[in-house]
């Protein structure tokens, strides 16, 4: 099964850290030719990129977060759901013994007032 994290749509970090290397390749080629106020200028452009970098990243996180909360809860839902699915399973496959082996309807009663216990059947009043 996949992880939470797996879940997020990694294209956009991907693209996050894309246009990081990109920036900043891009800045080192040109602090070569750059005097002192355009290196200031661009300095600032990368302060500026890496804050909303940084946002974005958080962002995913908190995605992911939620996407591996909302995928325990489906977990638990799915377990419920089998073990309800085995013991319904289980009681189906005592009645169709009862029948088969023709056991008194006392049985029955006493299976039906099981079933009637565990919430399975609400007599008719």
Known sequence: MKSA????DTSSLKD???RAESA???TRERKRNMNEKEIREECAK???LSGKLLQ?????ENIAH???VELFDLKKIIA?????EEVLLDYIDNMCGMIEAETPLKEHDRWLDDCVACGFYEKAE
């Open 46 to 48: 990368l302060a500026e």
């Open 24 to 26: 900043m390749t891009q």
């Open 80 to 84: 419920g759901a089998q073990n309800k």
């Open 56 to 60: 974005e990243k958080t962002e995913l």
């Open 66 to 68: 939620e996407q591996s």
């Open 5 to 8: 994290v797996q879940l997020v």
């Open 16 to 18: 996050v850290v894309c």
